[in-house]
């Protein structure tokens, strides 16, 4: 499965911006699915991440009452995001790990079996 992100771009502090994540030549059922971002000179980070059955979510203490993730009836997976600061600012990725319920672990980085090439945010003061 290929994973594609969109929607990311430049905003200004205290904005919004909503990713898609779309599969590509496959699906996302079975899967748990989750964003990540790294900002340059830093590691790969957790942001948010939603279960395949139940719609259970799992968010970041940085992002949580900002960022919204959801996913719709298809195989797309949204990430809200509001009130952008720009320490926002990075290379947001998308990732999918099987799993028939819940998230197993979601900063484990090596739960995640497919990952997006990931989308450009910029959130500029």
């Known amino acids: 499965v290929q994973l594609v992100e969109s929607g990311g771009g430049l905003v200004q502090a205290g904005g919004s911006l909503r990713l898609s994540c779309a599969p590509s030549g496959g699906t996302l059922s079975s899967h748990a699915t989750g964003w990540f971002r790294q900002a340059p000179g830093k590691e790969r980070e957790f942001v948010a991440a939603i279960s395949w059955i139940g719609g259970n979510t799992e968010y970041a203490d940085s992002v949580k009452g900002r960022f919204t993730i959801s996913r719709d009836n298809g195989n797309t997976v949204y990430l809200q995001m509001n009130s952008l600061k720009p320490e926002d600012t990075a290379v947001y990725y998308c990732?999918?790990?099987?799993?028939?319920?819940?998230?197993?672990?979601?900063?484990?980085?090596?739960?995640?079996?497919?990952w997006g090439q990931g989308t450009q945010v910029t959130v500029s003061s």
């Open positions: 990732a999918a790990g099987y799993s028939d319920y819940g998230i197993p672990a979601p900063y484990d980085h090596d739960y995640w079996d497919y």
